[in-house]
């Protein structure tokens, strides 16, 4: 791909260092600009216009949804609880059908296993299926700058993941990566790889991507993919696209490795189905999505399909020290972004506000976990708590409140700051005694006396300038209601 | 029937009128209602900024207040404070054995008020003599809806208020994007949700908006009037106030 950007001209910021000085401003700031952008507010409720009614639909249809969701919840819970035994059994079955397996504590671990075995294979060209495993430990750039003596040309195959690749740019959503442009900055994209000026028409941009993306099918040495989920008692890995360029990836290179955050096992077969009817109803409000991808180990004696070598790499990353935490429930998402879809805020501010891998309610939840507190101080805040999220969640994670939970531990961190702390203090001793409540309320009237103009209370330098940038604010009444009612109603 | 009453400390503050309504709903079905005066708040902008213990400090406090009245309902004219209450305050507590049954006890008996009134007393508008004119969409709390799964009985009280006209509106499950303190930490993303909720209620065709909840009303309310926008918002004991309209 000659026009794409080699790794040390694009944007690599590490958009979680931006700006973020006190722990809210980081989300305010990019979520404030995202909101100011029309183009991009109209691409995010577009898509949460076709697919939530879509999803809402598809679910009702089913009428074992909600024991489905239960069902789903208890096989994960089981699942945490007894992971270390489940990886295990996952590793002796991929063993046992010829593949090997690495366990592999961070994105450091992981890029090391994957360069090595390039180098050993002599390896030109990677193309790889969406995982969003990948992405959350960089292994592209990473691939490309520590072993950029091999000279490795990395191809995202996912047609969204692709067009965001080659602009130098990372996925906004779980599912729709490049849901933040619109069909002219894709043909823009496009036609500059074209050197030829491509209309901003899905059909023509994507049997051109199609025809580009083939000859990376065929010419890869090594196919890398995630994985939706990962069958212990088979080895099985299970993969869901709508594209078809999973099966190529896993097929057509002599080599297939897979990255599977361990979060990602299920126990038995017939668990699957539990989770594959969820899914993409989930997800995108289709039935199953068009691929559903068996893979259990390579090649075997007298198979035509398959890889000759077959590599799982199972990451952590961070992710067993939330296994028996008040936090645990975060590994139970399948990565379906239905919670992105629903939230008020994702609707406003798209993913790239987050400035995180995973966005959304799941991102906000899962990236403080995963990174630490200080990398992700806003996320946590950026949420009116709302609840659409734990209420869309297909296997019943209490999104909103582990946002809480997270709020508390900042707190329990003395991460919120003297100012918030202070003024809290100042609430519970107010809050605790009627007498100090009803002085605070007479303080109160007097001091915005010579502030209220018309109903309203004029704008103020201080914490309330938040609210009053764009908003009313209602005065105190002239009585409160405890005096009317010693009055007489 | 006897019920104790639990003011929301900003209705309390700023909106004394809603609490007054509520009032006169109440009595005007025949029940007798207390006010405990003890009350303040409930405790909910602590809990949801993260200060678990401040807002477990001042949960006590209002489990006392209502402990020492026999009332066997609490009624209030809030869905997030009724949800703060019957819905977080076992959660709150959930660790503390003795304080984890007051806690459960207080959620046992404390209704929002549409709750109460449909649920409860059975009532309908009809039995209020509620009269109201004007085009309203009814905008429920994110709390009412979640947490408390009240939505149909607001909507059947309305649906009978004599000259009120109940609309649909787009995407009315979505949140107004008050969030307590969201809406000052985040203001810009919270005013944006506003914005989307100004837009769809002016596609309504509706002069007001109605709630459960006084918080979002001040929210999309000061984001009306910051527009200039002639939309009424009001809560919903205020419209089923049957004496609507006489100053206390």
């Given at each position: 791909m000659e026009t794409r950007k080699p790794a040390r001209e694009r944007d690599t910021t590490d958009r979680?260092?931006?700006?973020?000085?006190?722990?809210?401003?980081?989300?305010?700031?990019?979520?404030?600009?995202?909101?100011?952008?029309?183009?991009?507010?109209?691409?995010?409720?577009?898509?949460?216009?076709?697919?939530?009614?879509?999803?809402?639909?598809?679910?009702?249809a089913l009428p074992e949804a909600p024991e489905l969701r239960e069902r789903a919840y208890r096989i994960k819970r089981e699942t945490m609880a007894n992971l270390d035994r489940y990886l295990e059994e996952m590793a002796e079955a991929v063993e046992a059908r010829g593949g090997s397996v690495h366990f592999a504590s961070d994105g450091e671990d992981v890029v090391r296993y994957v360069g090595e075995l390039a180098r050993r294979r002599g390896?030109?060209?990677?193309?790889?299926?969406?995982?969003?495993?990948?992405?959350?430990?960089?292994?592209?750039?990473?691939?490309?700058?520590?072993?950029?003596d091999l000279g490795l040309e990395i191809v995202e195959t996912d047609l969204g993941e692709w067009?965001?690749?080659?602009?130098?740019?990372?996925?906004?959503?779980?599912?729709?990566?490049?849901?933040?442009?619109?069909?002219?900055?894709?043909?823009?994209i496009l036609s500059e790889v074209a050197g030829e000026?491509?209309?901003?028409?899905?059909?023509?941009?994507?049997?051109?991507?199609?025809?580009?993306?083939?000859?990376?099918?065929?010419?890869?040495?090594?196919?890398?993919?995630?994985?939706?989920?990962?069958?212990?008692?088979?080895?099985?890995?299970?993969?869901?696209?709508?594209?078809?360029?999973?099966r190529l990836v896993t097929s057509v290179p002599p080599v297939h490795v897979v990255v599977m955050g361990i979060e990602k096992m299920i126990p038995r077969f017939e668990d699957l189905s539990v989770f594959t009817r969820l899914l993409a109803r989930s997800g995108t409000g289709q039935k199953l999505t068009v691929y559903t991808n068996f893979v259990t180990g390579p090649r075997g004696p007298g198979e035509?399909?398959?890889?000759?070598?077959?590599?799982?790499?199972?990451?952590?990353?961070?992710?067993?020290?939330?296994?028996?935490?008040?936090?645990?429930?975060?590994?139970?998402?399948?990565?379906?972004?239905?919670?992105?879809?629903?939230?008020?805020?994702?609707?406003?501010?798209?993913?790239?506000?987050?400035?995180?891998?995973?966005?959304?309610?799941?991102?906000?939840?899962?990236?403080?976990?995963?990174?630490?507190d200080e990398e992700a101080k806003d996320l946590p805040h950026a949420s009116s708590l709302c609840g659409a999220c734990s209420e869309t969640c297909p296997v019943g994670i209490p999104l909103h409140d582990l946002l809480l939970k997270?709020?508390?531990?900042?707190?329990?961190?003395?991460?919120?700051?003297?100012?918030?702390?202070?003024?809290?203090?100042?609430?519970?001793n107010t809050m605790k005694s009627p007498a100090l409540y009803n002085i605070s309320g007479k303080l109160g009237r007097a001091a915005q006396r010579p502030l209220v103009r018309e109903g309203t209370v004029r704008p103020v330098p201080g914490p309330l300038r938040g609210w009053t940038g764009s908003r009313e604010l209602p005065p105190l009444a002239p009585k409160p209601f405890r005096e009317l009612w010693r009055g007489g109603i | 029937m006897r019920v104790a009453l639990f003011v929301p400390c900003y209705v309390d503050q700023i909106y004394p009128g809603v609490a007054v309504a509520t009032?006169?709903?109440?009595?005007?079905?025949?029940?007798?209602?207390?006010?405990?005066?003890?009350?303040?708040?409930?405790?909910?902008?602590?809990?949801?900024?993260?200060?678990?213990?401040?807002?477990?400090?001042?949960?006590?406090?209002?489990?006392?207040?209502?402990?020492?009245?026999?009332?066997?309902?609490?009624?209030?004219?809030?869905?997030?404070?009724?949800?703060?209450?019957?819905?977080?305050?076992?959660?709150?507590?959930?660790?503390?054995?003795?304080?984890?049954?007051?806690?459960?006890?207080?959620?046992?008996?404390?209704?929002?008020?549409?709750?109460?009134?449909?649920?409860?007393?059975?009532?309908?508008?009809?039995?209020?003599?509620?009269?109201?004119?004007?085009?309203?969409?009814?905008?429920?709390?994110?709390?009412q809806r979640r947490e408390l799964g009240v939505l149909e009985e607001p909507r059947r009280l309305l649906g009978g208020v004599e000259g009120l006209e109940l609309l649909e509106w787009e995407n009315e499950e979505l949140c107004c994007g008050f969030g307590g303190t969201f809406s000052v930490k985040m203001p810009?993303?919270?005013?944006?949700?506003?914005?989307?909720?100004?837009?769809?209620?002016?596609?309504?065709?509706?002069?007001?908006?109605?709630?459960?909840?006084?918080?979002?009303?001040?929210?999309?309310?000061?984001?009306?009037?910051?527009?200039?926008?002639?939309?009424?918002v009001m809560h919903l004991a205020e419209v089923l106030d049957p004496e609507h309209g006489r100053v206390v």
């Open positions: 979680r260092r931006e700006g973020i000085e006190s722990p809210v401003e980081g989300f305010n700031e990019r979520g404030g600009r995202a909101a100011r952008d029309e183009a991009l507010r109209g691409a995010l409720r577009l898509f949460a216009t076709k697919v939530v009614p879509a999803r809402n639909a598809t679910l009702a390896a030109k060209v990677i193309a790889k299926s969406k995982s969003m495993a990948t992405e959350e430990i960089e292994l592209n750039r990473r691939l490309e700058e520590g072993y950029a067009i965001a690749q080659l602009a130098g740019d990372t996925p906004s959503h779980i599912i729709g990566p490049i849901l933040h442009m619109n069909a002219e900055r894709v043909a823009e000026e491509l209309p901003p028409d899905a059909t023509v941009l994507s049997r051109f991507a199609r025809g580009r993306l083939r000859e990376k099918f065929l010419t890869a040495d090594i196919g890398i993919t995630g994985a939706n989920f990962g069958v212990a008692e088979s080895g099985t890995v299970v993969t869901v696209t709508n594209e078809g360029n999973g035509l399909d398959g890889a000759e070598e077959f590599h799982l790499v199972l990451l952590d990353n961070g992710r067993s020290n939330l296994l028996g935490t008040p936090f645990e429930e975060a590994l139970y998402c399948i990565r379906c972004g239905s919670c992105l879809n629903v939230c008020p805020v994702y609707r406003q501010t798209g993913g790239h506000a987050y400035g995180s891998t995973y966005s959304g309610p799941i991102g906000a939840v899962i990236t403080p976990l995963l990174k630490g997270l709020r508390n531990r900042q707190v329990e961190e003395g991460m919120a700051g003297k100012t918030q702390t202070a003024a809290f203090k100042v609430f519970e | 009032v006169r709903v109440l009595r005007s079905l025949g029940i007798e209602v207390s006010y405990p005066e003890g009350q303040t708040c409930c405790g909910q902008p602590a809990f949801n900024s993260g200060f678990f213990r401040e807002a477990r400090s001042v949960a006590g406090h209002l489990m006392g207040v209502f402990e020492n009245d026999r009332s066997d309902y609490v009624v209030c004219p809030s869905g997030s404070c009724s949800a703060m209450v019957a819905h977080y305050y076992p959660v709150l507590f959930e660790e503390r054995r003795g304080e984890r049954e007051r806690a459960e006890a207080l959620a046992g008996r404390v209704r929002e008020l549409s709750d109460f009134l449909v649920n409860v007393a059975g009532a309908e508008a009809s039995d209020l003599g509620s009269r109201f004119e004007g085009r309203a969409v009814f905008h429920a709390g994110c709390h810009q993303v919270s005013t944006a949700m506003a914005d989307e909720k100004v837009k769809a209620l002016e596609g309504s065709g509706a002069d007001t908006l109605v709630s459960c909840d006084s918080s979002c009303l001040m929210h999309l309310g000061g984001r009306l009037a910051r527009k200039g926008h002639g939309t009424r």
